[in-house]
């Protein structure tokens, strides 16, 4: 139940409007790492992406986004049991640095947009640094929200009936 409510809250956050890259998806495969089923973990963040990607359109950066939102999930999945507020916040931190770090290079080797030199590369992550700001608020606000939301509910539906239809 919870995997497929984080799928769609995922897939519906890259249609509705918001701040551009202020959306909870890369908090939602960190998420996936920390509570999902392990076996679903890594598949659902994919999906998240594969799906809307399909309606959104694809773009010769697929493997890099791709490719850094199952490292996000692979951050989560190793901290898993062991969190706190600062290895989770630490966690979702990490989560926007790597994605900023792998997508830009890919947006640097891919286009013809910056000069493929030191400088290129350089000059690629500094115009980037403006949509980093929202990236890293969005990540973190929606970590707190998603991780704070889940905790609360698993401690009140814990010893009930409902414990494994939520928590699984």
């Known amino acids: 139940m919870l995997a497929i409510t984080i799928l769609l809250v995922g897939i519906l956050s890259r249609f ?3 701040v551009p890259n202020f959306t909870p998806v ?3 495969a960190f998420f996936s790492g920390l509570y999902v089923n392990k076996k679903w973990s890594l598949l659902l963040p994919l999906a998240l992406f594969i799906l809307s990607d399909l309606f959104l359109g694809l773009h010769s950066t ?7 939102v ?5 951050i989560g999945l190793r901290m898993r049991g062991r969190q706190n507020m600062t290895l989770t916040m630490g966690g979702s931190l990490l989560s926007a640095v ?8 890919g947006v640097w080797l891919m286009f ?3 000069a493929p030199t030191w400088a290129g590369l350089v ?3 500094m115009m980037a640094i403006p949509f ?10 929606y970590t707190v929200v998603l991780v704070g939301l889940y905790e609360i509910i698993a401690r009140r539906v814990k010893t009930t009936r409902f414990a494994t239809v939520l928590l699984s």
Not at 62 to 68: P, V
Not at 70 to 74: E, K, M, Q, R, V
Not at 132 to 141: M, Y
């Open 98 to 105: 790597i994605f900023f770090v792998v997508t830009n290079f």
């Open 62 to 68: 697929i493997l890099f986004t791709w490719g850094s």
């Open 70 to 74: 199952l490292i996000i999930a692979c």
């Open 112 to 114: 013809n947009t910056y």
């Open 26 to 28: 890369l908090a939602l």
């Open 16 to 18: 509705i409007f918001h």
């Open 123 to 125: 000059q690629c992550y």
């Open 132 to 141: 980093f700001r929202s990236t890293l608020a969005g990540t973190l606000v």
